[in-house]
């Protein structure tokens, strides 16, 4: 499975945007990049996920780059809710049987009052 | 709420002695999943099944690990022996597509 590369931990101001970068070098071109967060004592929730148009939801955006090597989730007004870990997954489209998610040890967004 | 539940949420248990969890997916949902998240790291994936067949399993689930979905509804994953390197969040996630994994609250064990 395809590795992504993300920074240790970020710091954002609350109600500012947020790009949270992931580097993804060795991506395949059935590969698709996925977003989860993991809020405080809680297990990760689904954020987005794209191939290689950028995305939007009610969550986020993301941004691919047009080489697919790397990806931005956009944060548009970060909140205090938004302090997380954010990990960025690849997971091959081709795994018809099943889709294991390989999680690294994610970004750490702080948001500052 | 019609979340992933995970029963127990915390567990305290002897080195040696035997334990089960339980997890109940979304109901509509025939893909489950079992992750162990040690405290810093992202979780681990450890076995995926389908309705109840169970396709695959990491190498992370030793002999003293199994899983079992009976029926294809809940899950239940037991540890036998248990050493206290088993310490750690045990989660559990479903979801019918195959690119959105909903995620249960967990259940930490914790091994003395």
């Known amino acids: 499975d395809a590795k992504t590369t993300q920074p240790n931990s970020m710091e954002s101001n609350e109600e500012e945007p947020v790009h949270l970068p992931c580097n993804h070098s060795?991506?395949?071109?059935?590969?698709?990049i996925h977003w989860y967060r993991q809020l405080p004592s809680q297990g990760p929730e689904y954020v987005i996920h794209g191939l290689t148009s950028n995305v939007n939801n009610r969550m986020a955006s993301l941004a691919i780059a047009e080489d697919r090597k790397s990806s931005t989730l956009i944060l548009h007004r970060a909140t205090l809710r938004d302090a997380a870990v954010y990990y960025c997954i690849l997971s091959d489209s081709l795994k018809t049987s099943y889709d294991k998610v390989i999680f690294g040890p994610g970004t750490s967004l702080s948001v500052i009052p | 709420d019609t979340g992933v539940s995970q029963d127990p949420r915390h567990k305290i248990t002897k080195r040696g002695q035997n334990v089960t969890f339980r997890c109940d997916p979304i109901?509509?949902?025939?893909?489950l999943y079992w992750y162990r998240q040690t405290l810093g790291q992202g979780p681990e994936f450890l076995t995926y099944?389908?309705?109840?067949?169970?396709?695959?399993k990491s190498r992370l689930l030793s002999d003293r690990f199994s899983a079992e979905r009976p029926k294809g509804s809940f899950s239940t994953l037991e540890i036998q022996r248990t050493e206290q390197g088993d310490s750690a969040m045990y989660l559990c996630?479903?979801?019918?597509?195959?690119?959105?994994?909903?995620f249960g609250p967990g259940t930490r064990l914790t091994v003395t």
């Open positions: 099944f389908q309705n109840e067949a169970q396709l695959e």
């Open positions: 060795t991506i395949s071109g059935t590969d698709y």
């Open positions: 996630a479903s979801g019918s597509l195959s690119y959105e994994q909903y």
């Open positions: 109901s509509e949902h025939n893909r």
